[in-house]
């Protein structure tokens, strides 16, 4: 039982480790106004994606039937003995 133990002890604190953080280098190539335009369009597009479309949520229907009509007498409608 202990080396179980042991065993899922070791295992657990090696486990998520890769590597020491570092920083991306900065791309000099853009600039602010382009990042700026950039996030501006991909917001845009969130925004699109978020949007719901006429199926998620239904008209609904006050009325199902637009007519009434009379009901057939039923012979099988009997009061009880």
């Known amino acids: 039982m202990r080396p ?3 065993l899922m ?3 657990a604190a090696s486990c998520g480790h ?6 991306v280098p ?3 190539d853009w600039t602010v106004e ?3 335009a950039q996030r501006a ?3 845009a597009d969130t925004a699109a ?3 719901l479309p006429p199926e ?3 008209v609904r229907q006050d009325d199902v039937l637009a007519t009434t009509r009379e009901r057939r007498t039923d012979g099988f409608d009997l009061p009880p003995p």
């Open 4 to 6: 179980v133990v042991l």
């Open 9 to 11: 002890a070791l295992l």
């Open 18 to 23: 890769k590597g020491a953080l570092t920083r």
């Open 26 to 28: 900065a791309d000099s």
């Open 34 to 36: 382009e990042r700026r």
């Open 41 to 43: 369009q991909d917001e």
């Open 49 to 51: 994606g978020l949007k």
């Open 56 to 58: 998620a949520r239904p």
